[in-house]
């Protein structure tokens, strides 16, 4: 045989099998086919049941929340009918309430305005008392300011007249000169301490004195020798010697221990002073400085710088009053009890003065 021969043999024994070997697949792939098919069936019929089951949960939720909506809503009717009639009997009982209120603080008869006007003559009364009877011119001060501030708040124009005249007392009382009264204290202290340590002497030996003299001889020629001999005797005893003129009764030598109980009593009365200072006694405090003064003057050393010194303060410390006089401070007290009361002010001074005449009788 030929080689073409060979081959065409070779090509139609494979072209045999090809054909039998695709008699043989052709089942087995439609088999295949039908399964998935089959399983795309299943799959289907699967997602349609759950998306039944799934659309018939969802039904029975959503009635029974329109089930609850419906009840909430009649609920919120049935409350809602219930606020209003409770809201309507609140409003009753609040107006009953202030119907209430009104009829008490009618019967009080005090109303803001009333209670502020009364704080402030109370507050002018507390002014009134501490000036005229501690003397107090600070507190007094603060007491009249205060009310002014009061009056200020209130903004009343039937108030302007008081709020002037309380101003004229403010200026009035404000002017008035304060004491140092610690100043003055602490001053009398030192000088007491500065009297412990002064020098005391015999009251005449401060005084100027008038001494017996002697002529001298009428001319130089006439003095002898033996004239000599006597002037510088004479001139000697003269030493030992003073004549004294005075007209003062003379007071014996003091001891150390008057001495001392000298400088002691000058110090109480010092010290008196001070109190009397403290308790604005102007009568002690001046009678003492008066006395502290001459026992200077008498007993102790006035060549001294420092008597001197604390004689010059004491005098200076005597010039001072200890009690000013005070500006009177009750007009705008009078004036508002009458605005209070609703009488005039010239009635109020009538009864001050009827009232003044009866203490002044019983006493």
């Known amino acids: 045989m030929t080689d073409n021969e060979t081959t065409v043999e070779e090509q139609q024994q494979v072209e045999s099998v090809d054909e039998k070997s695709s008699f043989s697949i052709l089942p087995v ?71 209430q209120l009104e009829q008490v603080t009618e019967k009080l008869g005090r109303k803001r305005y009333d209670w502020a006007v009364a704080e402030i003559r109370y507050t002018l009364i507390q002014a009134n008392m501490r000036l ?14 205060l009310a002014d501030k009061q009056l200020a708040r209130l903004a009343d124009p039937a108030l302007h007249k ?3 005249t309380l101003n004229k007392e403010i200026a009035a009382l404000g002017s008035v000169k304060e004491i140092d009264i610690e100043g003055l204290s602490l001053k009398l202290s030192a000088l007491a301490e500065q009297v412990k340590r002064l020098s005391i002497v015999d009251p005449g030996r401060n005084k100027q004195v008038e001494t017996t003299k002697f002529p001298a001889a009428d001319s130089k020629k006439e003095i002898a020798e033996w004239q000599k001999h006597a002037d510088a005797i004479w001139s000697e005893m003269k030493t030992l010697v003073t004549i004294r003129r005075t007209d003062k009764k003379i007071i014996p030598l003091l001891g150390e221990q008057e001495i001392q109980q000298l400088r002691q009593a000058l110090g109480l009365k010092i010290e008196i002073a001070r109190l009397a200072l403290l308790q604005s006694n102007t009568a002690l405090f001046q009678s003492s400085l008066e006395e502290a003064s001459s026992w200077l003057g008498e007993y102790f050393n006035a060549q001294q ?28 007290l009078a004036m508002l009890e009458a605005k209070q009361n609703g009488s005039s002010l010239a009635e109020i001074s009538v009864k001050k003065e009827v009232i003044n005449d009866k203490e002044k009788q019983s006493k």
């Open 29 to 99: 792939v439609v088999i295949i086919s039908l399964l998935l098919a089959l399983a795309a069936a299943g799959g289907a019929a699967y997602v349609w049941f759950n998306s039944e089951q799934q659309k018939t949960k969802q039904s029975q939720f959503f009635n029974d929340l329109e089930k609850q909506v419906k009840s909430l809503q009649q609920a919120q009717q049935d409350n809602r009918v219930n606020s209003d009639s409770k809201n309507a009997a609140l409003k009753q009982q609040q107006q009953a309430m202030s119907t």
């Open 132 to 145: 005229q009877l501690f003397k107090d011119k600070a507190s007094a001060l603060v007491a009249l300011e």
């Open 305 to 332: 710088p420092a008597v001197e010194s604390i004689t010059t303060e004491l005098r200076s410390l005597k010039q001072i009053q200890l009690e000013p006089a005070y500006p009177d401070i009750s007009q705008s």
């Open 162 to 164: 008081i709020r002037g």
